[in-house]
């Protein structure tokens, strides 16, 4: 099945070559223009990315019912409307609509199971993403926005932009609150925004009065789930900021999106760090210590984290450049919190062998503890595929060290894009590895999982890898 499914990336990689055109078609894109001078307009933008996959699955994992030890399907992992205007200088109003993560098995509208015209996984549903209304109070240094926004902090990640990933997609702890106090990486909230001169060099600001949203969870629920748990009685806000020193060239912050590569067409060096502050924002069930009697706790969530971004031209006549990010992320939830999360996962627990981090793609993510992450990226010269657009080539490390865990972890993954029209229309493939933890946890023993070393696990391996080939087109 391996070979099938990477025949049928290769073919799908050389139609689109066949087809390939110049970046000099987009232009401008969408956009309606309600003055001469162009300064007043209305911005549309649309894009799909489509998933191709080949999957080692966790031990123990079932997909629809049936045992699998490996996976492959076709899914949509993204699919958005996105509109915004600028009428007057003085205020803006934006709007970003759309459905994620739909395969064969899940993904679809509320209430959709079985078969039929509303089986699983069929017919998602549109929600907002994103919506705010904002002001300009001083030109370029402060402005002012109210809403559901992406205006985060903690690192440049956090408001990564999902149509110009340098590494495919993005590694998902850059989002830690990923569907638990927010809505797909949003909360509402009031945010603050500007660039700042500093001689040459420019300190662009975002800052944020937030109110997460509500997560009722049972204490039954929390007791029974060792490591994860939300406060369901809190109604605290959340304050949070990332800050930035562009060394090189600017970059816009009309909107909130962070660029993951240029492709050689600014030069761009930035010195970031950002925070994200919940008081009281989960609640554990922790022993006394008498080894017989527990009691309540609830918890800060704090969250920080430093990076450093560089877009670097290397050779303008050849065309190639360099794209490099780092980021260490430091998370406290609380005692020993984790979060495992399988993008798109199919499979599920429960056959005889599975482990805690659960099935199919699953994979520790999000936790109380340190993460260090990075990633490099390299575009060919130009005539490398001669007139049929441009090959960047990439890959990442993550180095992961949970409390929850015995051991860290240290997992890679490699890949190239293929730009057809820039980031307008390509294809990209990644491989990537995650970690297999074996045991359990218990807080009166101790006793951690730990990595895979047990041969009647997936052959005592201690990683499973995934294939993945995207095609996007955006406009």
């Known amino acids: 099945m391996k070979k099938v499914f990477l025949s049928l990336a290769l073919l799908t990689f050389m139609s689109h070559w066949v087809m390939a055109q110049g970046s000099e078609i987009y232009g401008k894109g969408i956009r309606i223009n309600l003055d001469t001078s162009g300064k007043r307009y209305i911005r549309f933008i649309t894009w799909h990315q489509m998933w191709m996959r080949y999957i080692d699955n966790n031990p123990g994992t079932s997909v629809n019912g049936i045992p699998e030890a490996s996976t492959w399907d076709v899914g949509l992992r993204r699919s958005r409307f996105l509109w915004y205007t600028q009428i007057s200088p003085k205020y803006l109003i934006l ?74 997609d993005a590694p998902i702890f850059n989002w830690p609150l990923i569907e638990e106090t927010d809505q797909f990486a949003r909360q509402f909230g009031i945010y603050v925004k500007g660039k700042l001169p500093m001689g040459k060099k420019s300190l662009d600001y975002r800052a944020y009065l937030n109110k997460p949203f509500a997560t009722p969870t049972p204490d039954a629920t929390i007791q029974a789930t060792p490591g994860r748990a939300f406060a369901g009685n809190n109604n605290t806000g959340a304050v949070g900021g990332y800050f930035t020193l562009e060394l090189a060239e600017k970059e816009s912050n009309v909107l909130p999106f962070f660029v993951g590569t240029y492709l050689g067409t600014k030069k761009v060096l930035n010195i970031g760090g950002g925070f994200h502050i919940h008081p009281q924002a989960t609640r554990s069930y922790q022993p006394t210590g008498d080894g017989v009697t527990f009691k309540w706790e609830s918890h800060d969530m704090k969250l920080f984290g430093l990076d450093v971004f560089a877009d670097l031209p290397l050779n303008k006549e050849k065309g190639t450049a360099f794209t490099g990010y780092l980021l260490y992320q430091n998370m406290d939830f609380g005692p020993n919190y984790i979060r495992a999360i399988g993008i798109m996962n199919e499979g599920l627990n429960g056959l005889p062998g599975s482990v805690l981090q659960g099935g199919g793609n699953a994979d520790w993510r999000i936790g109380t503890g340190d993460i260090i992450y990075g990633e490099a990226g390299y575009l060919l010269p130009k005539n490398t595929l001669g007139s049929k657009g441009k090959l960047q080539v990439f890959a990442t490390g993550t180095y992961r060290n949970f409390q929850f865990l015995a051991e860290p972890s240290l997992d890679y993954g490699a890949g190239f894009n293929y730009y057809i029209d820039g980031h307008h229309a390509k294809i990209s493939l990644k491989y990537q590895t995650r970690h297999i933890y074996e045991g359990t946890f218990n807080v009166n023993t101790g006793e951690k999982p730990k990595i895979n070393t047990n041969p009647d696990l997936v052959g005592g391996k201690k990683r499973l890898g995934e294939l993945i080939v995207q095609t996007m087109i955006y406009l």
């Open 95 to 168: 709007a970003h609509i759309g459905i994620n993560n739909q395969t064969f098995v899940n993904g679809g509208g509320s209430g959709t199971q079985g078969v039929g015209g509303y089986g699983v996984g069929k017919k998602p549903q549109l929600f907002l993403h994103d919506f705010w209304n904002e002001y300009q109070v001083v030109k370029d240094k402060l402005y002012i926005g109210t809403g559901l926004h992406y205006w985060n902090g903690v690192s440049r990640m956090a408001s990564a932009s999902t149509l110009n990933f340098l590494a495919l």
